[in-house]
């Protein structure tokens, strides 16, 4: 999916491994965010990387 995405583009993830997506994402994002989402069951965790 990043190798796809456009020049400023976001890519936005729903998995269990946050912490292991962050850390492959780190290096290539220019930003990263990790949100709770509160609308699933059960309670969610989300990683919003923007490329650079």
Do not use: D
């Not at 290539?28 to 699933?40: D, P």
């Amino acid at each position: 999916m990043w190798r796809v995405l456009r020049p400023n583009g976001r890519l936005v993830t729903n998995m269990q491994r946050v912490s292991e997506y962050t850390k492959i994402l780190t290096p290539l994002a220019n930003r990263i965010e990790t949100r709770k989402v509160f609308y699933t069951f059960p309670f969610s965790e989300i990683v919003v990387a923007y490329k650079k």
